[in-house]
């Protein structure tokens, strides 16, 4: 064998050292390179940035959704999405937090989709000119907010924006591992499910699977790429009452990937249990007045944390020039006072991957705003330690924990649950539940109590129905309809009922638990900022997931929906194939 000489091995070392380093990363590069020409703007008589931030998230999706064994809609995307975000003045005092907040008040270029392929110059012209146009809205947004202040007398104002230490933290974004025909020959089998239940008015399956994430860098020295996949399937399905009630269903599958989903067995169970449902809803005769001790069982009482609790420990500020903070929670001020009985503790936990086996859904590592995600103890023995928050102080809280997980209301961003803990520490067995349920109407000399297995949370409704659902609230945020309501008789025996609603549900409520279950029920869901997280209320969701027991409320109102009812249709459905 040839030898190689000295220098020939130094060569051959360098070229291989060569050939293993990576490619460089346009998309940071350009990110970097305008940052720091954007951060020198100096113009007369107009605010200087202070803080600049680009953030590009990326997603690659597939859809497809199918009704009674025929695909109704199927649809392949790819797209990148930036969010430009200048504040001008300093932390103290800056652009954001005022009405006027959030506007555009420069020039809208007319630009395409932000670019897919990374071209370092083609990068650069696009965060140029989103930069420009942000940078002009601010400077008016500051101005327009200190007219506002001009003849306000100062009180002791919060800072608009806290300090944070730069971040580095890069990972390989999430790509999508699918079969797509093989996924939608499945969603069209499994809505041919409905096929045998005539008494279902309509019928849905709906697939969606996205992969991706977002890159992050900011004037402060943070850059991270952060992983973001998620994969659910719905199935819904609505029946029509005598009186022209219309009843809805539904089930709902999450995961992380489509490797982690249920087998189509699992599935098939949980779209004929839906048909059923419906169907017994319409033939169930109306609820009555009542109020009482109510047992959540099951799905429902992961489902009353994850809205009545989850949705509460956030705090918005209500802005310069306006009124209503838009997403304050019922808890709000209400630090060291007890709001679950003693035996309960909370943790939100978005850095914990698994649980019992199972991959969480809501786990990240860094949230929307470059802050490491950490576990909070939110509640200690029923009492409030701490709210989930972002980089916006808020009354008694600097600085964030690593939860701004939504797009906000005025320059701010929401907080949201990743992975919440409910646990108590005296728990009872679920059919003892039940007993106590029985035991307490005893006591009170009523002739049922109510047992909830499912909440509209979230919610498949229409946007009429869920309008007038919150105009009948009384007292805090209006909570979900319960979808599976039974009378539970002093002897055992269960009644399914149909049409009620909750009145003065709220927050505060909690306290009154009477018990909780030992078990342990896991809700995953895809959290927005609508009310009640309505399927499609908004265009930008999170991962968030509820580990919870089964609870028993010592005192609860329910009331019948009221308004007119569609009338049913006239002519018969046609037949369905074998």
């Keep these: 064998m040839k030898k190689l000489t000295a220098l020939a091995l130094t060569f051959a070392a360098i070229g291989f050292l060569c050939a293993q380093a990576p490619a460089p990363d346009e998309l940071l590069r ?36 199918a009704s009674l064994g025929g695909i109704v809609n199927r649809r392949h995307e790819h797209f990148r999405l930036p969010d430009v975000n200048v504040r001008v003045g300093d932390y103290k005092f800056d652009n954001t937090n005022y009405v006027g907040s959030g506007f555009n008040f420069g020039t809208r270029y007319d630009l395409e989709r932000f670019p897919l392929e990374n071209n370092y110059p083609l990068l650069r012209r696009y965060l140029w000119l989103l930069t420009d146009s942000a940078y002009k809205s601010a400077v008016e947004a500051i101005s327009r907010k200190r007219a506002a202040l001009r003849d306000v007398q100062a009180t002791d104002r919060l800072n608009d924006f ?59 020295g943070t850059e991270v790429r952060e992983p973001e996949s998620a994969v659910s399937l719905r199935v819904r399905a609505t029946a029509q009452a005598p009186d022209g009630m219309t009843l809805r269903d539904t089930v709902a599958y999450h995961s992380i990937s489509a490797a982690e989903m249920p087998s189509d067995a699992e599935m098939r169970k949980g779209a004929a249990a839906v048909a059923e449902n419906v169907i017994a809803l319409a033939k169930s005769p109306m609820g009555e007045d009542y109020s009482g001790p109510v047992l959540f069982e099951g799905a429902a009482g992961a489902q009353v944390f994850a809205e009545v609790l989850g949705r509460n420990l956030t705090v918005a500020r209500a802005p310069t020039g306006g009124r209503g903070g838009g997403a304050s929670g019922e808890l709000e001020g209400r630090i060291g006072a007890r709001v679950l009985p003693d035996t309960f503790d909370v943790v939100d936990d978005p850095t914990q991957t698994e649980w019992r086996g199972r991959p969480l859904f809501g786990s990240y590592k860094v ?102 659902l919150a105009a009948g609230q009384q007292g ?12 539970v008789y002093p002897d055992g025996r269960e009644e399914l009922v149909r049409g009620l609603r909750f009145r003065g549900f709220n927050a505060r409520s909690l306290k009154d638990i009477l018990a909780a279950g030992d078990d342990a029920n896991v809700l995953e869901w895809m959290e927005n900022t609508a009310p009640f997280a309505l399927i499609g209320g908004t265009a930008t969701t999170t991962e968030s997931c509820v580990v919870a027991p089964s609870i028993l409320i010592d005192d609860l109102e329910l009331h019948p929906l009221e308004g007119e009812q569609p009338k049913l249709p006239i002519v018969s459905p046609p037949g369905m194939l074998p």
């Design 162 to 220: 806290a300090h944070a230490e730069p971040v580095k933290s890069i990972r390989s974004l999430s790509r999508l591992a699918l079969d797509e025909d093989e996924w939608a020959g499945r969603v069209r089998a499994l809505s041919a499910v409905f096929t045998s239940y005539p008494g279902v008015k309509t019928s849905s399956v709906e697939f969606e699977a996205s992969a991706g994430g977002f890159t992050l860098a900011n004037t402060e």
């Design 476 to 487: 805090g945020r209006p909570v979900s309809l319960p979808l599976l309501v039974y009378k």
């Design 367 to 468: 949230d929307q705003e470059g802050v490491p995600a950490r576990p909070l103890h939110l509640i200690e023995k029923g009492v409030l330690k701490g709210y989930l928050l972002t980089r916006q102080p808020v009354r008694g809280f600097e600085g964030s924990n690593g939860h701004a997980r939504l797009p906000g209301a005025f320059g701010a961003a929401t907080a949201a649950v990743s992975n919440l803990f409910v646990r108590s520490g005296d728990a009872v067995s679920v059919p003892d539940l039940k007993k106590k349920l029985i035991e307490t109407i005893g006591a009170r000399g009523k002739p049922y109590g109510i047992l909830v297995r499912k909440m509209d949370f979230p919610s498949t409704g229409s946007l009429g129905e869920l309008r007038a």
């Design 30 to 65: 350009a990110m970097h390179d305008e940052l720091d020409r954007a951060s020198k703007l100096r113009l007369a008589n107009l605010d200087a940035p202070y803080f600049i931030e680009y953030t590009i998230a990326e997603q690659d999706g597939f859809t497809v959704s």
